[in-house]
């Protein structure tokens, strides 16, 4: 396994969560197993994001625990021992050096000796750590972590057992800490940012009168696999012609693109399991119809709009009421709408999400505010992607930039990416 970030990181994080959880506590996450797809088939394996989060492992059949009692801090990592047979199948595993060095974690243990441990730490007559009062899992839904057995069980399971304890959920507060991003953290999102920009550029070269969208979808995966260490796309990419650009998770890639047409993409490259998420959209041609360029710079203008708005203390809804506003205003002014109130009709998404080890980052928030009311703070990481569909105009815009949250405003951190008409239309002329 590839070390994108020191253990400094992971020991970091531990830190921050001691501090976040109450004394007499015990915080126990799984990394998952492997899901099954069909018959004896499996979907690609990778560890459950806020486990990885906290010990940098992303290798299936492992755990972690945290105990804080008072005065005194400990982590657990359990992994899978080595399996001679097992590794002629599926490759190599971590060695338990190899494990305690990704994650900086002293004590790693098998994962077949993490029941006994639990045992041990949470009977009454023998709490071997000290008294826990506090049992803090992850109430993300689904996460397999053993053949047949989804966390929801083993927390029923648990809590039965030891029905002393109260249980919290750790999703609302890792998921919190996820929020803020560290200057590490910011320079894996710029280096997916920058491949995904090589992608999107070598994708433009190959622009043609009829060419087919997965061609040009498959020109950027390979572009970015090559550049990113194969850890490919962010997301499956959309890559959308003419009024197909129209539908917004438009995933077929089937259709031929002609040249009175634009093509909107939404892609991204993944680096150190960070993710950049990018969406522009261009004349098939190399240069915009008239139309295409006044429904295309309505959009840029949003686009430029909220990252002048975005900072510290705003929320996504907000940042999201300011591009309804100025498309109800323009579009009108423009004739493509009639009323304000028909912005719903070719807007009807929001600007922005959060971003990071996820494309759309989770935010879990114990008092179940939304997350799109929850004030940006220095350290987020936002999409800023307005968009218009217009189906019987046979045109779909969206232009997305990755903006990172600073004390006083936003870095747009894809700032280097393609978008003004008159660059554009350079790039094809070369």
Same mark, same amino acid.
């Given at each position: 396994m590839k070390q994108f970030l020191e253990n400094t990181e992971f020991e970091a994080r531990r830190k921050?969560?001691?501090?976040?959880?109450?004394?007499?506590?015990?915080?126990?996450?799984?990394?998952g197993v492997p899901k099954i797809c069909s018959a004896d088939e499996d979907y690609p394996f990778e560890a459950n994001h806020n486990f990885y989060y906290l010990s940098g492992i992303d290798q299936d059949d492992s755990a972690l625990l945290l105990y804080k009692g008072e005065g005194e801090t400990k982590a657990f990592l359990f992994v899978s021992p080595y399996d001679e047979r097992k590794e002629k199948w599926t490759g190599?595993?971590?060695?338990?050096?190899?494990?305690?060095?990704?994650?900086?974690?002293?004590?790693?243990?098998?994962?077949?000796?993490?029941e006994t441990m639990l045992e041990k730490i949470l009977d009454p007559n023998i709490l071997q750590l000290g008294p826990v009062s506090y049992l803090y899992s992850d109430f993300q839904s689904e996460l397999k972590i053993a053949p047949g057995v989804e966390v929801f069980?083993?927390?029923k399971q648990l809590l039965q057992k030891y029905p002393y304890l109260q249980e919290v959920d750790a999703d609302c507060l890792i998921t919190g800490l996820r929020l803020v991003k560290s200057p590490s953290e910011i320079s894996l999102l710029k280096t997916a940012i920058s491949i995904t920009d090589t992608g999107i550029r070598s994708v433009m070269r190959r622009f043609k009168d009829g060419v087919k969208e997965y061609e040009l979808a498959n020109e950027?995966?390979?572009?970015?696999n090559d550049a990113s260490g194969n850890q490919g796309l962010s997301f499956p990419t959309i890559m959308a012609g003419g009024k197909r650009a129209?539908?917004?998770?438009?995933?077929?890639?089937?259709?031929?693109?002609?040249?009175?047409?634009?093509?909107?993409?939404?892609?991204?490259?993944?680096?150190?399991?960070?993710?950049?998420? +990018?969406?522009?959209?261009?004349?098939?041609?190399?240069?915009?119809?008239?139309?295409?360029?006044?429904?295309?710079? +309505?959009?840029?203008?949003?686009?430029?709009? +909220?990252?002048?708005?975005?900072?510290?203390?705003?929320?996504?809804?907000?940042?999201?009421?300011?591009?309804?506003d100025y498309y109800a205003k323009v579009l009108v002014e423009e004739?493509?709408?009639?009323?304000?109130?028909?912005?719903?009709?070719?807007?009807?998404?929001?600007?922005?999400?959060?971003?990071?080890?996820?494309?759309?980052?989770?935010?879990?928030?114990?008092?179940?505010?939304?997350?799109?009311?929850?004030?940006?703070?220095?350290?987020?990481?936002?999409?800023?992607?307005?968009?218009?569909?217009?189906?019987?105009?046979?045109?779909?815009?969206?232009?997305?930039?990755?903006?990172?949250?600073?004390?006083?405003g936003c870095i747009n951190l894809s700032s280097g990416i393609l978008k003004e008409v008159e660059e554009i239309e350079a790039f094809f002329d070369k």
């Open positions: 921050r969560m001691f501090e976040a959880i109450k004394e007499d506590s015990l915080v126990i996450l799984f990394a190599k595993r971590l060695t338990y050096d190899e494990a305690r060095e990704l994650s900086g974690i002293t004590n790693v243990l098998p994962r077949n000796s993490f069980d083993f927390r950027f995966l390979h572009v970015i129209t539908v917004l998770h438009y995933t077929t890639l089937q259709e031929p693109i002609y040249k009175d047409e634009m093509v909107l993409m939404d892609l991204g490259a993944r680096y150190g399991y960070y993710n950049a998420d +990018i969406s522009r959209t261009f004349p098939i041609c190399g240069k915009f119809s008239p139309l295409q360029k006044k429904i295309y710079s +309505i959009v840029l203008e949003a686009n430029k709009m +909220i990252a002048a708005l975005a900072r510290p203390g705003l929320t996504l809804r907000q940042l999201n009421q300011a591009v309804i004739g493509i709408i009639d009323k304000p109130e028909d912005v719903i009709n070719v807007y009807f998404h929001s600007v922005s999400h959060f971003i990071g080890l996820d494309t759309h980052d989770p935010l879990s928030c114990a008092d179940n505010t939304p997350y799109r009311d929850v004030p940006l703070r220095p350290g987020c990481v936002i999409s800023d992607e307005p968009g218009l569909y217009i189906p019987e105009l046979g045109i779909g815009v969206r232009i997305e930039d990755d903006l990172y949250i600073t004390e006083t």
